[in-house]
């Protein structure tokens, strides 16, 4: 069985409402690492039909400020534990 893979997503670059990258296809057991740059975010689960929607799954909350941008200061994990597409937002 292959190694897990750890998949890097940069939150709020510069200060932007936005993740880097916008998407990727894990697998299950892999480890989805949101990195917090810039000012607040929030990372939240949502799902197709109710987008920026909370659904009761991960939620990170509103706690990350990071205004110089330092990279791994803020880190959060989420484990991927099914193979169907997941929806996050800010």
Same mark, same amino acid.
């Given at each position: 069985?292959?190694?897990?893979? *750890? +998949?890097?997503?940069?939150? #709020?670059?510069? #200060? #932007?409402?936005?993740?880097?990258?916008?998407?990727?296809?894990?697998?299950?057991?892999? *480890?989805?690492?949101?990195?917090?740059?810039?000012?607040? +975010?929030?990372?939240?689960?949502? %799902?197709?039909?109710?987008?920026?929607?909370?659904?009761?799954?991960? %939620? *990170? #909350?509103?706690?990350? @400020?990071?205004?110089?941008?330092?990279?791994?200061? @803020?880190?959060?994990?989420?484990?991927?534990?099914?193979? *169907?597409?997941?929806?996050?937002?800010?």
């Amino acid at each position: 069985m292959p190694p897990k893979a *750890t +998949h890097i997503i940069d939150v #709020g670059t510069g #200060g #932007g409402f936005s993740y880097n990258p916008n998407q990727l296809k894990a697998s299950i057991g892999d *480890t989805v690492r949101f990195n917090f740059l810039g000012r607040n +975010h929030s990372v939240t689960q949502s %799902d197709l039909f109710s987008p920026c929607t909370y659904n009761g799954g991960f %939620d *990170t #909350g509103l706690n990350q @400020f990071n205004p110089l941008n330092i990279s791994e200061k @803020f880190l959060l994990d989420f484990q991927v534990n099914v193979s *169907t597409p997941l929806w996050f937002y800010w």
